[in-house]
């Protein structure tokens, strides 16, 4: 088991009246989807086409996330594979119309309704879609989209525990404590952020990696 796994739901804090906690990811992942639906209705075509830190666009990420649905494990990963080789052309490459905003968020808003009202619960894997494609957006937009400290603290331990060596090498000994979500995951020395900048190291978007806790942060669990 990986270190970071040891410490679900999301911190090693002394043990408290948990009857909130809960696995089921319904709630946060629609969540996420609307916040992302509310930024595009906001921005229109501008922001539809603003460049985005992983080399896309804000239509490229949203259109991304969309024709995801309820891909397979195997074709996820074999689509991913196959982006980062540069051998996939994107099938569903954006329109740029003036009511592709609109569009895309009606579709998120779609998709945030079945997961509510489905009785399924939702995969950690499409949660963190949506997180990252949160944390995309919102850079691109220059908006703070708001993510559920639930959501963002389990996308940073699915994140964490399956890190590839260059990322593992830097929170190895550590753990990672969100300073605007209240959560900590890990153990060892604190290696502190916001969520958002949290989740962009551990999904490697960028290369700007978390510091040590300042003063008045926890240190260690």
Known sequence: MADFARYLPLSQRPRADERDVTSDRRA????????????????GEPGWTAPTDDGGTVAAVVEHLVAGFDRRPVRRTLD??????????DPHAPAVTPDAPTRAAFALESRATHITDRRQPTRLVE???????????????????????????????????????????????????????????????????TARELI?????????????????????D
């Open 80 to 89: 991913a594979a196959q982006r980062a080789l540069g051998m996939q052309a």
């Open 200 to 220: 962009r190291f551990l999904a490697g978007i960028g290369d700007a990696a978390p510091g040590p806790a300042r003063e008045g942060e926890p240190d260690e």
């Open 127 to 193: 949660l963190d879609d949506a997180v990252v494609a949160a944390v995309l957006v919102g850079d691109a937009l220059g908006a703070d989209l708001a993510v559920p400290a639930l959501a963002s603290g389990a996308v940073a331990l699915r994140r964490a525990a399956a890190a590839p060596t260059p990322i593992r090498a830097v929170i190895s000994g550590h753990s990672l404590h969100a300073t605007d979500a209240g959560w900590t995951i890990g153990h060892g020395p604190a290696l502190a952020g």
């Open 28 to 43: 946060p992942t629609a969540a996420v989807l609307r916040e992302i639906a509310r930024a595009l209705r906001a921005v």
